[in-house]
């Protein structure tokens, strides 16, 4: 999204590697003991980019409560202590401050020698082809586990990317969406396959980035999971709090959540525990949640988990990242996990034979 | 009728406005006993192994009340201050204390927003006396004494630095009020330094007016109410060299503390002015490894001064 936006305002721009290892060295040796884990990275994140050439780092701050909102400053001062130069604008959310946000627009606006029309028109833009990305994500793990041929939701992930870059316009990108949606339409399934549904939470970085959490959907697809995730990057973008990806608006999400926490608390901790909620009352057999070692919201969120799963019947697991993170201990939690949710599901299913049997 | 106020948290800033408020409505508050070893043995087992120190703490007094009291008040602090944020701990709070056991009593969670000018929160409190059976009239003189009394506290001069005092050391202390105070989550820091002959100033010391005129010059507003003044204490401290060292406190896993920290330091850093020392608390009770670095540090500022009035520092080194 971030490079759409980048190449339709003309921009020159530099691409940070794919996250490796190297990112999460870098970024560990000179952050601050006790920050969490995607601070760390993003720091990482940035040296990489600044040694490929890039000389000013776009960001954004967080809005609300959460430690994010003062990360940039932090950032840039490791940063320039490291000896690196370069230029930073930070985007505050323009609920927290009209006045800053305008001032950034203004500074990119200048960058690129465009009207303000025009470059809202843009920033749209990048949003709406941003939705198109994730959902296709959003159908993908839905369907991953039900496919009849091996490999067959992979390549219509392949095509429906390619698609989608070539779309510039509106009409381009409202077309290309109708074209995934289609497109995946006519990746066989079998819908009588036996399957447990799992729904995943979590901060946004660790629950959707691969690299982070050992690639969960595909290893969850394998075990016969079908997926459905809280949240994704382009909602985060979108103004007013709708979340058309996840298809939730914001007075829905804290209407959800209401019995279990009862305010906004910054971060993505109000979403996540309206998810869990969520996929509880709908019947999920397990819901994972991923956050960062020390995460504020999603510690909070960790919390009041143990009531949501007592009192609605559901095993919730949730699992800290830092750069210790280690595959093989993950997986046997998530092993136990899944063992547990098939003996429900087993469970459930019997429950209805029987009642079904009985009338 | 009973309701219990954990002593932790918060409730070193707002405690007494919350108690006086619960005796004006003619309920008797029970307040949780100083904090202990077991407190803190409790708090670590009941809540999650992530959180920081004071959260544990926190538990630990709330499971103290179970038995002792009808109901607890957690009030939910959204802001501290106008244009102010509150760490997300304290916004969760009366979540996270309804999920820690089912047999607790009810928590109470009246939302106290001091950044809202026009004070509409004051009606959750209203209607709480009002749940808490008194009637309107004893309602709303409990509401009007809790926003009076947190004005009053806000408005409040800082108390004079004691000029009676002979040592010449001052340590400037920037830590939170629920660590700082807390004799027990801070194995007795503050003591320690005094005992050790030095004097302690705290952040509370430190006039706003002192604290705004150094947030100014920083490049980015922090959104933290109780982490600014401490930001700017030590700024403060630092540029004025009234102190001849600073100690920052903060705990394990404390979010904003680990911002600001890596900010002081920084800044500190380059000023060159005083000598900074960083001390994390965590749940662990060994006095041990505390006794020795503030020894050290205090050692070395006086090292330090000697050295720069060229007296002989030598006599010291030798035990």
């Given at each position: 999204?971030a490079?759409?936006a980048c190449?339709?305002l003309g921009l020159g721009y530099v691409e940070a590697?794919?996250?490796?290892?190297?990112?999460?060295?870098?970024?560990?040796?000179?952050?601050?003991?006790?920050?969490?884990?995607?601070?760390?990275?993003?720091?990482?994140?940035a040296i990489?980019a600044l040694e490929a050439g890039a000389d000013t780092l776009v960001t954004v701050?967080?809005?609300?409560?959460?430690?994010?909102?003062?990360?940039a400053?932090?950032q840039r001062?490791?940063l320039e202590?490291?000896?690196y130069r370069f230029g930073m604008v930070v985007f505050?959310?323009?609920?927290?401050?009209?006045?800053?946000?305008?001032?950034n627009v203004r500074i990119v606006q200048r960058a690129a020698?465009?009207?303000?029309?025009?470059?809202?028109?843009?920033?749209?833009?990048?949003?709406?082809?941003?939705?198109?990305?994730?959902?296709?994500?959003?159908?993908?793990?839905?369907?991953?586990?039900?496919?009849?041929?091996?490999?067959?939701?992979?390549?219509?992930?392949?095509?429906?990317?390619?698609?989608?870059?070539?779309?510039?316009?509106?009409?381009?990108?409202?077309?290309?969406?109708?074209?995934?949606?289609?497109?995946?339409?006519?990746?066989?399934?079998?819908?009588?396959?036996?399957?447990?549904?799992?729904?995943?939470?979590?901060?946004?970085?660790?629950?959707?980035?691969?690299?982070?959490?050992?690639?969960?959907?595909?290893?969850?697809?394998?075990?016969?999971?079908?997926?459905?995730?809280?949240?994704?990057?382009?909602?985060?973008?979108?103004?007013?709090?709708?979340?058309?990806?996840?298809?939730?608006?914001?007075?829905?999400?804290?209407?959800?959540?209401?019995?279990?926490?009862?305010?906004?608390?910054?971060?993505?901790?109000?979403?996540?525990?309206?998810?869990?909620?969520?996929?509880?009352?709908?019947?999920?057999?397990?819901?994972?949640?991923?956050?960062?070692?020390?995460?504020?919201?999603?510690?909070?969120?960790?919390?009041?988990?143990?009531?949501?799963?007592?009192?609605?019947?559901?095993?919730?697991?949730?699992?800290?990242?830092?750069?210790?993170?280690?595959?093989?201990?993950?997986?046997?939690?998530?092993?136990?996990?899944?063992?547990?949710?098939?003996?429900?599901?087993?469970?459930?299913?019997?429950?209805?034979?029987?009642?079904?049997?009985?009338? | 009728?009973?309701?219990?106020?954990?002593?932790?948290?918060?409730?070193?800033?707002?405690?007494?406005?919350?108690?006086?408020?619960?005796?004006?409505?003619?309920?008797?508050?029970?307040?949780?006993?100083?904090?202990?070893?077991?407190?803190?043995?409790?708090?670590?087992?009941?809540?999650?192994?992530?959180?920081?120190?004071?959260?544990?703490?926190?538990?630990?007094?709330?499971?103290?009340?179970?038995?002792?009291?009808?109901?607890?008040?957690?009030?939910?602090?959204?802001?501290?201050?106008?244009?102010?944020?509150?760490?997300?701990?304290?916004?969760?709070?009366?979540?996270?204390?309804?999920?820690?056991?089912?047999?607790?009593?009810?928590?109470?969670?009246?939302?106290?927003?001091?950044?809202?000018?026009?004070?509409?929160?004051?009606?959750?409190?209203?209607?709480?006396?009002?749940?808490?059976?008194?009637?309107?009239?004893?309602?709303?003189?409990?509401?009007?004494?809790?926003?009076?009394?947190?004005?009053?506290?806000?408005?409040?001069?800082?108390?004079?630095?004691?000029?009676?005092?002979?040592?010449?050391?001052?340590?400037?202390?920037?830590?939170?009020?629920?660590?700082?105070?807390?004799?027990?989550?801070?194995?007795?820091?503050?003591?320690?330094?005094?005992?050790?002959?030095?004097?302690?100033?705290?952040?509370?010391?430190?006039?706003?007016?002192?604290?705004?005129?150094?947030?100014?010059?920083?490049?980015?507003?922090?959104?933290?109410?109780?982490?600014?003044?401490?930001?700017?204490?030590?700024?403060?401290?630092?540029?004025?060299?009234?102190?001849?060292?600073?100690?920052?406190?903060?705990?394990?896993?404390?979010?904003?503390?680990?911002?600001?920290?890596?900010?002081?330091?920084?800044?500190?850093?380059?000023?060159?002015?005083?000598?900074?020392?960083?001390?994390?608390?965590?749940?662990?009770?060994?006095?041990?490894?505390?006794?020795?670095?503030?020894?050290?540090?205090?050692?070395?500022?006086?090292?330090?001064?000697?050295?720069?009035?060229?007296?002989?520092?030598?006599?010291?080194?030798?035990?």
């Amino acid at each position: 999204m971030a490079r759409d936006a980048c190449t339709r305002l003309g921009l020159g721009y530099v691409e940070a590697p794919p996250y490796s290892q190297r990112t999460i060295e870098l970024g560990v040796a000179i952050a601050p003991e006790f920050v969490c884990f995607p601070m760390k990275v993003l720091l990482g994140s940035a040296i990489e980019a600044l040694e490929a050439g890039a000389d000013t780092l776009v960001t954004v701050a967080g809005y609300g409560a959460c430690r994010f909102n003062y990360f940039a400053e932090i950032q840039r001062r490791i940063l320039e202590r490291e000896g690196y130069r370069f230029g930073m604008v930070v985007f505050d959310s323009p609920r927290d401050s009209f006045g800053d946000f305008y001032h950034n627009v203004r500074i990119v606006q200048r960058a690129a020698g465009r009207h303000l029309p025009s470059l809202i028109k843009s920033m749209v833009l990048a949003v709406r082809k941003g939705w198109a990305y994730d959902e296709i994500d959003k159908y993908a793990i839905a369907i991953r586990a039900l496919e009849l041929e091996k490999g067959a939701t992979e390549r219509a992930i392949a095509d429906c990317r390619e698609i989608l870059t070539g779309a510039w316009k509106n009409t381009e990108i409202e077309e290309a969406r109708r074209a995934i949606k289609a497109r995946f339409d006519e990746v066989p399934i079998d819908r009588d396959r036996p399957h447990i549904r799992v729904g995943i939470t979590g901060e946004i970085m660790m629950s959707m980035e691969p690299f982070f959490n050992c690639d969960i959907e595909n290893w969850l697809a394998k075990k016969g999971a079908v997926i459905e995730r809280s949240l994704y990057m382009s909602d985060l973008f979108t103004p007013m709090g709708r979340n058309p990806v996840a298809g939730r608006d914001d007075e829905e999400i804290g209407l959800t959540a209401a019995p279990y926490l009862c305010h906004e608390i910054g971060g993505h901790g109000q979403i996540n525990v309206a998810a869990a909620a969520g996929f509880a009352r709908r019947g999920f057999d397990a819901v994972l949640h991923f956050f960062p070692f020390t995460c504020l919201p999603e510690i909070i969120a960790k919390m009041v988990f143990t009531r949501i799963s007592s009192e609605l019947d559901v095993p919730i697991l949730s699992i800290s990242i830092d750069e210790q993170t280690g595959r093989a201990g993950m997986q046997t939690r998530l092993e136990a996990l899944i063992d547990l949710a098939w003996n429900k599901r087993a469970k459930k299913d019997e429950a209805r034979d029987l009642a079904a049997a009985g009338t | 009728m009973k309701v219990g106020v954990p002593r932790a948290l918060l409730y070193h800033h707002y405690g007494e406005c919350w108690t006086s408020f619960l005796e004006t409505l003619g309920v008797e508050p029970v307040l949780s006993a100083a904090t202990s070893n077991d407190t803190v043995v409790t708090g670590t087992v009941y809540s999650d192994n992530e959180t920081c120190l004071p959260v544990k703490v926190f538990t630990g007094h709330l499971l103290e009340l179970k038995e002792s009291s009808d109901a607890i008040l957690v009030p939910r602090v959204v802001s501290q201050y106008p244009g102010m944020k509150a760490c997300p701990k304290y916004l969760g709070l009366p979540d996270m204390a309804r999920s820690f056991d089912e047999s607790l009593p009810p928590v109470l969670a009246p939302v106290m927003d001091l950044g809202d000018r026009r004070g509409r929160w004051a009606r959750e409190w209203h209607d709480l006396a009002r749940d808490l059976g008194a009637d309107t009239d004893r309602a709303s003189a409990a509401v009007k004494g809790l926003v009076g009394g947190l004005q009053k506290a806000a408005r409040a001069k800082p108390p004079a630095p004691r000029t009676d005092d002979e040592r010449d050391i001052t340590i400037g202390v920037a830590g939170h009020l629920y660590n700082v105070y807390d004799t027990r989550a801070s194995l007795g820091l503050l003591d320690r330094i005094t005992a050790m002959g030095a004097r302690v100033t705290t952040v509370e010391e430190v006039p706003r007016r002192f604290i705004r005129r150094q947030l100014n010059t920083l490049p980015r507003k922090i959104r933290w109410d109780f982490e600014n003044r401490m930001v700017g204490a030590a700024l403060h401290w630092s540029r004025t060299a009234s102190v001849s060292g600073v100690i920052y406190v903060s705990s394990f896993a404390c979010g904003p503390g680990s911002m600001i920290g890596a900010l002081i330091e920084d800044e500190l850093g380059e000023e060159r002015a005083v000598p900074l020392m960083t001390i994390i608390l965590d749940e662990h009770s060994g006095e041990g490894g505390l006794i020795t670095r503030i020894e050290a540090f205090l050692d070395m500022i006086k090292w330090a001064s000697r050295a720069r009035r060229g007296a002989p520092a030598s006599k010291a080194v030798q035990p």
